[in-house]
Protein backbone atom coordinates (compact mmCIF):
# COMPACT_ATOMS: atom_id res chain seq x y z
CA UNK A 1 0.00 0.00 0.00
CA UNK A 2 1.63 3.18 -0.82
CA UNK A 3 0.60 6.70 1.19
CA UNK A 4 0.57 9.78 -0.45
CA UNK A 5 0.52 12.85 1.82
CA UNK A 6 -0.75 15.79 0.95
CA UNK A 7 0.35 18.26 3.60
CA UNK A 8 3.10 21.19 2.73
CA UNK A 9 5.18 22.88 4.43
CA UNK A 10 5.21 26.69 4.11
CA UNK A 11 8.15 28.58 5.62
CA UNK A 12 7.53 32.48 6.01
CA UNK A 13 10.44 34.63 6.63
CA UNK A 14 9.55 36.62 9.99
CA UNK A 15 11.22 40.35 10.05
CA UNK A 16 12.62 41.23 13.75
CA UNK A 17 13.05 44.56 12.79
CA UNK A 18 10.04 46.69 11.73
CA UNK A 19 11.10 48.74 8.79
CA UNK A 20 10.01 52.73 8.26
CA UNK A 21 7.07 52.80 6.74
CA UNK A 22 6.26 56.10 4.74
CA UNK A 23 5.62 58.32 7.29
CA UNK A 24 9.19 58.43 8.34
CA UNK A 25 9.96 60.21 4.89
CA UNK A 26 9.37 63.68 4.87
CA UNK A 27 7.16 65.00 2.23
CA UNK A 28 5.75 68.16 1.12
CA UNK A 29 2.89 68.18 -1.13
CA UNK A 30 2.74 71.79 -1.99
CA UNK A 31 6.52 71.32 -3.26
CA UNK A 32 6.01 67.67 -3.99
CA UNK A 33 9.34 67.21 -2.52
CA UNK A 34 10.15 64.01 -0.45
CA UNK A 35 12.74 63.12 1.73
CA UNK A 36 13.82 59.18 2.88
CA UNK A 37 14.49 58.43 6.65
CA UNK A 38 18.10 59.38 6.02
CA UNK A 39 17.69 62.56 4.46
CA UNK A 40 18.20 61.62 0.56
CA UNK A 41 15.94 63.04 -1.30
CA UNK A 42 13.84 61.16 -3.47
CA UNK A 43 13.19 61.75 -7.04
CA UNK A 44 9.36 62.49 -8.66
CA UNK A 45 8.89 59.32 -10.52
CA UNK A 46 4.57 60.45 -11.43
CA UNK A 47 1.62 62.00 -10.17
CA UNK A 48 -1.62 59.84 -11.43
CA UNK A 49 -5.37 59.81 -10.24
CA UNK A 50 -6.51 56.67 -8.50
CA UNK A 51 -10.01 54.88 -9.06
CA UNK A 52 -11.62 57.14 -6.28
CA UNK A 53 -9.96 60.30 -7.79
CA UNK A 54 -7.57 60.87 -5.53
CA UNK A 55 -4.14 62.41 -6.78
CA UNK A 56 -1.17 60.76 -6.05
CA UNK A 57 2.41 61.57 -6.28
CA UNK A 58 5.06 58.73 -6.30
CA UNK A 59 8.49 58.90 -5.34
CA UNK A 60 11.86 56.69 -5.58
CA UNK A 61 14.87 56.79 -4.32
CA UNK A 62 18.55 56.16 -6.36
CA UNK A 63 20.10 52.80 -6.36
CA UNK A 64 23.34 54.84 -5.45
CA UNK A 65 21.83 56.25 -2.70
CA UNK A 66 20.51 53.62 -0.81
CA UNK A 67 23.47 50.81 -1.66
CA UNK A 68 25.45 53.05 0.47
CA UNK A 69 23.02 53.56 3.11
CA UNK A 70 23.10 52.69 6.89
CA UNK A 71 19.31 52.26 7.33
CA UNK A 72 19.00 49.80 4.26
CA UNK A 73 18.00 46.70 6.82
CA UNK A 74 15.44 49.30 8.17
CA UNK A 75 14.35 51.28 5.26
CA UNK A 76 14.02 48.44 2.63
CA UNK A 77 11.60 45.05 2.61
CA UNK A 78 14.40 43.43 1.07
CA UNK A 79 17.88 44.94 1.69
CA UNK A 80 19.67 43.01 -1.25
CA UNK A 81 17.71 43.89 -3.83
CA UNK A 82 19.84 47.39 -4.34
CA UNK A 83 22.93 44.77 -4.76
CA UNK A 84 21.42 43.73 -7.93
CA UNK A 85 22.12 45.90 -11.18
CA UNK A 86 18.29 46.44 -12.31
CA UNK A 87 17.55 47.36 -8.36
CA UNK A 88 15.90 49.66 -7.60
CA UNK A 89 15.74 51.89 -3.95
CA UNK A 90 12.99 52.58 -2.01
CA UNK A 91 9.78 53.84 -3.34
CA UNK A 92 6.85 55.35 -1.72
CA UNK A 93 3.73 57.50 -2.29
CA UNK A 94 1.71 59.72 -1.03
CA UNK A 95 -2.40 61.15 -1.46
CA UNK A 96 -1.56 64.91 -2.42
CA UNK A 97 -5.06 65.77 -2.58
CA UNK A 98 -7.91 63.50 -1.12
CA UNK A 99 -10.89 64.80 -3.26
CA UNK A 100 -12.18 61.27 -4.51
CA UNK A 101 -15.08 59.26 -3.44
CA UNK A 102 -14.61 56.28 -0.64
CA UNK A 103 -14.01 52.86 -1.88
CA UNK A 104 -16.99 51.85 -0.80
CA UNK A 105 -19.14 54.45 -2.77
CA UNK A 106 -16.92 53.23 -5.51
CA UNK A 107 -18.13 49.73 -5.10
CA UNK A 108 -21.47 50.47 -4.77
CA UNK A 109 -21.78 52.21 -8.01
CA UNK A 110 -19.83 49.29 -9.58
CA UNK A 111 -22.23 47.18 -8.21
CA UNK A 112 -25.22 49.05 -9.29
CA UNK A 113 -24.67 49.28 -12.76
CA UNK A 114 -25.78 47.06 -15.40
CA UNK A 115 -23.07 44.67 -15.63
CA UNK A 116 -22.27 44.94 -11.35
CA UNK A 117 -25.82 43.46 -11.44
CA UNK A 118 -25.23 40.76 -13.57
CA UNK A 119 -21.68 39.76 -11.81
CA UNK A 120 -23.41 40.13 -8.76
CA UNK A 121 -26.25 37.68 -9.55
CA UNK A 122 -24.02 35.04 -10.89
CA UNK A 123 -22.48 35.11 -8.02
CA UNK A 124 -25.32 34.41 -5.46
CA UNK A 125 -25.33 31.00 -7.72
CA UNK A 126 -22.15 30.24 -7.75
CA UNK A 127 -20.51 31.11 -4.08
CA UNK A 128 -23.70 31.43 -1.64
CA UNK A 129 -24.72 28.15 -1.88
CA UNK A 130 -21.22 26.36 -0.93
CA UNK A 131 -21.23 28.65 2.09
CA UNK A 132 -25.00 27.34 2.64
CA UNK A 133 -23.90 23.82 2.75
CA UNK A 134 -20.86 25.13 4.90
CA UNK A 135 -23.27 26.79 7.37
CA UNK A 136 -26.20 24.41 7.31
CA UNK A 137 -25.37 20.68 6.51
CA UNK A 138 -21.81 20.95 8.32
CA UNK A 139 -22.54 22.74 11.38
CA UNK A 140 -19.58 25.31 10.99
CA UNK A 141 -20.68 28.77 11.60
CA UNK A 142 -17.15 30.24 11.78
CA UNK A 143 -13.71 29.75 9.99
CA UNK A 144 -11.30 31.42 8.56
CA UNK A 145 -9.22 31.05 5.62
Same mark, same amino acid.
Given at each position: ?????????????????????? /?????????????????????????????????????????????????????? /??????????????????????????????????????? %??????????????????????? %??? /????
Amino acid at each position: MITISTTHTHQRTVRTTAIFNR /RQCLCNPIKQTCECPAGKPLSKESKITDKCGNNKAFFKGKLADCRNCDLKSKCL /RNPSAVEKVNGHGRQVSFILKKTGTPYTDWMKLRVDCKK %GKQIYSHRMSVVEPVFGNITSNK %GLK /RFSL
